[in-house]
């Protein structure tokens, strides 16, 4: 377990915008509650509150991932529509101390969805 810090920083801060996220036409969340996630030299992730995502066409993969500061994650495919898009969605069930924020919040991959707008809220 590595911690955020000069080299290597994590922020994580409330998102003041609309989050939308659209896949084959469907919204699959909508959120004024994102937390914008800023680590190191990466593009900001907008993580969503479970709550605000439509979890029935959220489906549980085996895939996982570590990283060294924020901990394993769990993926989900979506499913709209009669179509896959495998692990396109992700989620830190129990993150390290550091990140307990994000904890059981949902990220998109921006190249697997639509859209991720971002709006007035």
Known sequence: ??????????????????????????????????????????????????EDADMSVLKPT??????????DARYFSIEVDGKSIENAVWSYEDPFPAMTGITKYLAFYPNKVDKIEELSA
């Open 1 to 50: 377990m590595k911690t955020p810090g000069p080299d290597h920083p994590i922020t994580i801060t409330p998102n003041p915008r609309r989050v939308r996220v659209i896949v084959g036409g469907k919204v699959v969340a909508d959120t004024t509650s994102a937390l914008a996630l800023k680590e190191a030299t990466y593009p900001v992730v907008n993580y969503i509150p479970r």
């Open 62 to 71: 085996a895939h996982s991932t570590h990283c060294p500061y924020k901990g």
